[in-house]
């Protein structure tokens, strides 16, 4: 029983930096296992990073690495997407998501916040 509400999404330049956030209730935030999604018109839904539990273990896309970073906040029961040298192909609405078991269904979902990167 979780709800997820993204925000920090905007339009940037190529070569930019962008911090999406997702708010969590619940104070059970540290059970979950989070993750980024990101889906563009007429694509299919990508996972982009997702982090653990305790923030230990990390996930990236290899479209992503290198220049974005997952983190959590489990005090203030919040995910953090720092995105940065951003590229028109991270062009996309961005989800955050929750789930309880490893490998288990992404169950819980925040409503998408679009970014968008020109040029």
């Known amino acids: 029983q979780v709800q997820l509400v993204e925000s920090g999404g905007g339009l940037v330049q190529a070569g930019g930096s962008l911090r999406l956030s997702c708010a969590a209730s619940g104070r059970t935030f540290g059970t979950y296992s989070l993750g980024w999604f990101r889906q563009a018109p007429g694509k299919e839904r990508e996972r982009v990073a997702a982090?653990?539990?305790?923030?230990?273990?990390?996930y990236y896309t290899e479209a992503v690495k290198g220049r974005f970073t997952i983190s959590r906040d489990n005090a203030k029961s919040a995910v953090y997407l720092q995105m940065n040298s951003l590229k028109p192909e991270d062009t996309a609405v961005y989800y955050c998501a929750a789930r309880l078991i490893i490998e288990g269904p992404w169950g819980y979902w925040g409503q998408g916040t679009q970014v968008t990167v020109s040029s």
């Open positions: 982090i653990s539990r305790g923030g230990a273990t990390t």
